[in-house]
């Protein structure tokens, strides 16, 4: 099982950033991918995830209206579009996949996980 992030970088308060998870090996056909986020000194939080099944998503209420989960089946892809980005929103993201078809944002449920990708907003 492979989850790899990439899309992360530098960019300033406001600018956007895409981030991509490319998924492979996993041992089941419907599975949810989360993203999370952890900030140095803080813990991991949910950020976003969607179900590969109905394509149902769920996101956390700092990132409501400026994130966008998405996913491509065919091509083992999910997507995180990432607007008005703000210094807080500054962190190591991760993908990370789950049996099941629900979208459910609790880190521990998840069994795979990415290497990260780091995110920096600048002010």
């Known amino acids: 099982v492979q989850l790899v992030e990439s899309g992360g970088g530098l960019v300033q308060a406001g600018g956007s950033l895409r981030l991509s998870c490319a998924v492979s090996?996993?041992?089941?056909?419907?599975?949810?991918i989360g993203w999370f986020r952890q900030a140095p000194g803080k813990e991991r939080e949910g950020v976003s995830c969607?179900?590969?099944?109905?394509?149902?998503?769920d996101y956390a209420h700092s990132v409501k209206g400026r994130f966008t989960i998405s996913i491509d089946n065919a091509k083992n892809m999910v997507y995180l579009q990432m607007n008005s980005l703000k210094p807080d929103d500054t962190a190591v993201y991760y993908c990370?996949?789950?049996?099941?078809?629900?979208?459910?944002?609790?880190?521990?449920?998840?069994?795979?996980w990415g290497q990260g990708t780091q995110v920096t907003v600048s002010s």
């Open positions: 969607i179900s590969s099944y109905d394509g149902e998503t």
């Open positions: 990370a996949a789950d049996q099941g078809t629900i979208p459910i944002m609790v880190s521990g449920i998840y069994d795979y």
């Open positions: 090996g996993l041992p089941f056909d419907d599975y949810v």
